[in-house]
Nanobody
Framework: QVQLVESGGGLVQPGGSLRLSCAAS????????MGWYRRAPGKERELVAA???????NYADSVKGRFTISRDNAKNTMYLQMNSLKPEDTAVYYC??????????????WGQGTQVTVSS
């Protein structure tokens, strides 16, 4: 019943900025780690940034200093501020959320993705 919906993708020029949002909805009592992944054509999906419930973050080396991940637990929403964008950032960006369930189980949920294209 949980759904993740990304928004904010689009076409930007190199050096530009973009902010992605991921809104989780459904029967949610708390979200553990959330993260942004991306997949470029012909490439494997890779982790871009992750953030824990308490706000601890980590980033891929390729985006450190340029991207900032954040979350609003009250809104079950996560953001990715992307600055100084490069053509190699072009990819479909996916939201991921680990959400606990019954019987000590937890599940990873994925959004449908939002396209980010960096091109002149």
């Amino acid at each position: 019943q949980v759904q993740l919906v990304e928004s904010g993708g689009g076409l930007v020029q190199p050096g530009g900025s973009l902010r992605l949002s991921c809104a989780a909805s459904g029967s949610i009592f708390g979200i553990n780690t959330m993260g942004w992944y991306r997949r470029a054509p012909g490439k494997e999906r890779e982790l871009v940034a992750a953030i824990t419930r308490s706000g601890r973050t980590n980033y891929a080396d390729s985006v450190k200093g340029r991207f900032t991940i954040s979350r609003d637990n009250a809104k079950n929403t996560m953001y990715l501020q992307m600055n100084s964008l490069k053509p190699e950032d072009t990819a479909v960006y996916y939201c991921n959320a680990n959400i606990p369930a019954y019987y000590d189980r937890d599940y990873d949920y994925w959004g449908q993705g939002t396209q980010v294209t960096v091109s002149s």
